[in-house]
């Protein structure tokens, strides 16, 4: 099991692991805890390292490769935990970009290195490209 | 300002900030910074103490009030930071209870106490109404 210095090795780690299709490199990331959990768009919230396993290796055993970009937003760091917003864009099967979501990536500081414990996706409202100025309230 | 001894008062604060429409309230559970974040459903990313503030002084000034009810789904909980999943049910103006969703909020000790850096909401699949198993990858 590799040993992440950092919580961007860490990131590094996932987003290779969807591009390669690799379970191996996606299951080392995670936490090994049921302390852990991963909301995907669509997707039920799914908890704890068993059901983490179970739901990374029925999606990267799929045909369906994955073609992602990921764009930095914002880095909230303490010494023992990091979350790491940024914003994924999925090229659909035709080429085009679909819209992108949101996600926070929440790393821990564990004796193995650092690891993931949060994976969440948030969609972005319609029509929308980047972080854009504060809507108006209701 | 009041100063929260716990994530969970925190929290409790957020919410009857949202219940009662008080700004005050609801900005003092926010930490002062800018290395804060919030992303409500189907609104843009807000990052940064003054964009939040002009956030929630629209949203709360609003004549449309919230009736929310929250259910605590996880805690992950280091020394200095603590995320809390839950899953917020909105009442409609009809009574009738719309689709609930997903919301993380993520907090950090400081030196006046607990405050949230990051309120995610991730949308639930349709027809879903709570936790379910793994679904079928792709």
Chains 1, 2 share one sequence.
Not at 30 to 40: E, H, K, M, P, R
Not at 63 to 92: C, F, N, Y
Not at 126 to 132: D, E, L, T, V
Request: charged fraction near 20%; proline fraction near 9%; include cysteine.
């Amino acid at each position: 099991m590799p040993t992440y210095a950092t919580p961007q090795d860490a990131e590094d780690a996932f987003y290779d692991a969807l591009d390669e299709q690799n379970t191996e490199k996606m299951l080392s990331v995670w936490d090994d805890s049921d302390a852990i959990a991963c909301l995907l768009p669509m997707h039920a919230l799914v908890q704890g390292r068993g059901m983490i396993e179970t739901l990374w290796r029925a999606l990267l055993s799929g045909a369906h490769r994955l073609d992602l970009s990921v764009t930095h937003i914002q880095w909230i760091e303490t010494a023992d935990t990091a979350l790491h917003l940024v914003e994924e864009r999925l090229s659909g099967t035709d080429g085009r970009p679909q819209a992108p979501v949101y996600a926070t990536n929440t790393y821990r500081r564990t004796d193995n290195g650092w690891r993931l414990v949060l994976h969440q996706n948030s969609p972005t409202p319609p029509g929308m490209r980047s972080p854009g100025p504060v809507p108006p309230g209701p």
